[in-house]
């Protein structure tokens, strides 16, 4: 628990004490009049915030006062402390303010007078560090510690391993009180700022400039002038950490601007910094593919540079050239003389000198440096060197849906590419392919280009050759939510080639978050035909209005969701997949009744072999970063009757298996039921007080051979199933899980019987027999995946 959170459990000054005493480690110490004392710090503490830390200051200084008159120690430093807040100074600053003997104290501490309080608050106003517990709670820690080994106050160093942090608290601290400041400039004034010891800035050409006015300061951005409207902070904030950060880190903290952009706006713009580490891996690997010339021989365009991490590596600066949306990266690169030789130019690659015909018109801006089109146009050997955008229309940032990201001028031309032209690292590459036909293309990106269904278009009109690559977790880029695989690909490209390269599978290198090899891995790109969602027949949608559900007993709400009120001809459940790729597999579930989703499939009695297949091979896999976007296939032999007949055990007792009974469910304003097929006993095997509507499981099951471990798993699954019926449930878990019918599904049972657990006012149920048959069973299936080749490796 942190020290914040254990301060607001506090409910004494005594706590108070005791667990600042335990954070700080503090070991010869005593508490008296002094609330904390040692030999190298007072504490002032109180069990409230409500206290200024002027008022405790000025109670500690009483004591401070005292010890002066009786020539008593005074340690070095003094300190304030509450639940809240905290602050810290050295005794010297105060001393010989203090020897004057010039203030009326008051009785006792706590009973000091307002002259003592505005006196001592004048005073002491520029030379006590202060820290917000909840925000700066590490940096508190350390500089306490730090002033009793050192026996001076260290302020925070920035760098690398926090500047995130850093920038944080300075936008709370300072950025919201710069007046009329947009808040996508926060990380140019926050480096023009932490880029300044007091009097010059260590860096000349930054895009912002730290000023001062009559002692105060003062941002300049675009030749406007930006003044603080509180300038406490400002000076709170610089009390607690040191500028400029060290020389070795300052260039490098300039070219991490990327990850202090806002994340709504970089998760649109798709702006991702590339590790320094994972670019060496880039460059090794370039040499290995192209020869070790290839800085000599190649023209390089990166036309997503940034602040140009993907080129610090090149020794020969002037074959590069360098273009990024955002015009504050070239003047970063010019502060820190990034690649001094480059051609760096401001340039939209996916708007610019683009025609309404979708062709390149480079007169339209008159940006592109004549060198580059003269290379281009006299067919030089050129390599494009990029980390596009991955912003996707239709995902997510925040509470934002990014409807408009891929509205590009590029992929205004695009329509004959459907679903693919949405991605912008798409558009990147058609550009390419159309500007630069037969360039050597370079990229960072996820591997849906390569093997996913919605890019089959894509790549029948792209023609490549692969030359070698690696793919790394996608943790090694900030700012990158999920786990799956960044690959770094070389494609050798001929769009005017009569002879097509189709791509059929690509074996990479495997890096870690770290950058460090551990493998390899094939990806492959399969035909949609041969996927397993395309395995099973799909039941035609009747006439029947049913129930949507969100859940196994939950109705729909969304609007998206309303669209499950179909059902199909002699349909038992509804089974719902998103997506042929491992990513998605862990989404899946059956439900009673219908579901809002694209990929749901109704299960009838002709069907139902197949889904549990599909669903147990997809269940099955663990997703990891690595396997992420593999492809779930056909199976490649025919499937024996005891692989099917386990993989039904396993999905029906599978915690994915929502299939349930209920009356009263309420949608629309009318009362719906829903009845679950998937019992596989009979009333009278479980001890049922009452009829199940459908028997159908039970009969699909009758007269099938059962392995061992399907078998363990229905006599385990039946004591459950017993023990429910054994007893009655309390009014309020009946009421969650519509337990109103005896028919009640595995979701319901498995959910009643836990409830009961954690209640203790029943007899226990131990679901531990029944855990080691259903892992026994899964062990047995998981080899038969890649044996029927459900996924390939």
Not at 418 to 440: H, W
Not at 589 to 618: D, H
Not at 689 to 699: A, G, H, L, P, T
Request: glycine content about 4%.
């Amino acid at each position: 628990m942190k020290l914040f959170e254990k301060l607001q459990l506090a409910r004494s000054e005594e706590d108070v004490k005791d667990i600042y005493i335990k954070f700080l480690g503090l070991k010869s110490y005593s508490k008296n009049l002094i609330d904390i004392q040692t030999n190298e710090i007072w504490f002032e503490a109180k069990d409230t915030s409500k206290h200024s830390t002027y008022k405790m200051f000025t109670q500690l200084m009483h004591y401070v006062q005292d010890a002066l008159n009786k020539g008593q120690y005074v340690p070095p430093f003094l300190a304030v402390i509450d639940t809240e807040k905290a602050a810290i100074m050295k005794s010297e600053d105060v001393l010989p303010f203090l020897e004057k003997k010039t203030i009326k104290w008051g009785k006792s501490a706590s009973g000091y007078t307002q002259e003592a309080l505005d006196a001592v608050s004048a005073h002491i106003g520029t030379h006590f560090v202060s820290f917000k517990i909840e925000t700066h709670e590490q940096e508190f820690l350390n500089t306490i510690k730090n002033a009793i080994l050192s026996g001076d106050i260290i302020r925070t160093a920035i760098t690398p391993d926090n500047l995130k942090q850093v920038f944080d608290k300075w936008v709370e601290m300072i950025g919201k009180e710069i007046r009329g400041m947009e808040q996508e400039n926060y990380a140019l004034l926050f480096f023009a700022d932490i880029m300044h010891d007091g009097t010059l800035s260590t860096h000349i050409n930054l895009p912002a400039e730290l000023l001062h006015k009559n002692g105060a300061p003062v941002f300049s951005l675009n030749s406007r002038n930006y003044e603080l409207d509180s300038k406490e902070g400002y000076r709170q904030f610089w009390t607690i950490y040191h500028k400029p950060p060290k020389a070795e880190y300052r260039n490098y903290l300039l070219e991490r601007r990327d990850s202090l952009i806002p994340v709504d706006e970089r998760g649109f713009k798709g702006a991702f910094y590339t590790p320094l580490s994972v670019v060496d891996k880039a460059y090794d690997k370039l040499s290995e593919t192209l020869g070790r010339n290839w800085q000599k021989n190649y023209i390089i365009w990166d036309m997503c540079c940034g602040v140009g991490n993907l080129e610090v590596k090149h020794s020969n600066h002037r074959n590069i050239f360098m273009s990024t949306l955002d015009s504050p990266d070239i003047d970063v690169m010019k502060a820190t003389k990034t690649c001094i030789a480059a051609h760096r130019f401001q340039y939209d690659y996916l708007n610019d000198d683009i025609n309404e015909q979708g062709k390149i018109d480079y007169t339209l801006t008159e940006k592109v440096p004549l060198a580059l089109r003269d290379s281009i146009a006299s067919g030089k050997k050129i390599l494009i060197l990029i980390n596009p955008p991955y912003a996707e229309s239709g995902e997510t940032v925040g509470n934002e849906a990014k409807t408009d990201v891929s509205n590009t001028q590029m992929s205004r031309s695009m329509n004959e590419f459907g679903y693919a032209k949405r991605e912008l690292f798409v558009q990147f590459i058609v550009r390419i392919a159309r500007e630069m036909p037969t360039a050597t293309l370079a990229m960072f990106s996820t591997l849906k280009y390569v093997n996913s269904s919605n890019f089959e278009v894509f790549r029948k009109f792209w023609n490549a050759k692969y030359l070698g690559g690696f793919v790394v977790h996608s943790k090694a880029f900030d700012g990158l939510a999920g786990n799956f695989p960044i690959g770094f690909l070389i494609w050798s490209t001929n769009q005017f080639a009569l002879k097509r390269n189709p791509i059929v599978e690509i074996t990479t290198d495997v890096l870690d978050k770290s950058a460090n090899p551990i493998g390899e891995k094939k990806f492959l790109n399969i035909p949609s035909s041969l996927l397993l969602s395309q395995w099973i027949k799909r039941p035609k949608a009747n006439k029947q209005n049913v129930i949507p559900l969100k859940g196994a007993i939950t109705p729909a709400t969304s609007s998206k969701d309303l669209r499950g009120t179909k059902w199909a001809d002699n349909a038992i459940a509804c089974l719902i997949i998103k997506g042929p790729d491992v990513q998605n597999a862990s989404t899946q579930a059956i439900v009673s009744s219908g579901y809002g989703s694209a990929g749901s499939i109704f299960i009838t009695p002709e069907n139902l072999w197949k889904a549990a297949v599909i669903f147990a091979v997809r269940g099955l896999v663990k997703p990891t970063w690595v396997n992420n976007r593999d492809q779930f296939l056909q199976p490649s032999d025919s499937l024996s009757e005891e692989f099917k007949n386990d993989c039904l055990i396993w999905m029906l007792f599978s915690k994915s298996n929502l299939t349930a009974s209920a009356d009263g469910l309420k949608w629309n304003d009318k009362e719906w039921s829903i009845v679950n097929h998937f019992i596989p006993f009979s009333e009278n095997e479980v001890d049922s007080n009452d009829r199940f509507e459908s028997d159908f499981m039970v009969r699909y099951l009758r007269g099938k051979t059962l392995s061992m471990e399907s078998k363990e798993v229905l006599s385990n699954g039946k004591i459950l199933w017993k023990s429910y019926f054994n007893n009655i449930d309390v009014r309020s878990v009946r009421e969650d899980l519509k337990l109103n019918r005896a028919d009640v599904g595995w979701y319901q049972i498995r959910k009643a019987l836990q409830s009961r657990n954690l209640t203790g006012n029943a007899l226990p149920v131990n679901f531990d027999p029944f855990n080691i048959a259903y892992t026994a069973l899964t062990n047995k299936l998981i080899p038969f995946i890649y044996n029927y080749n459900f996924l390939k490796t």
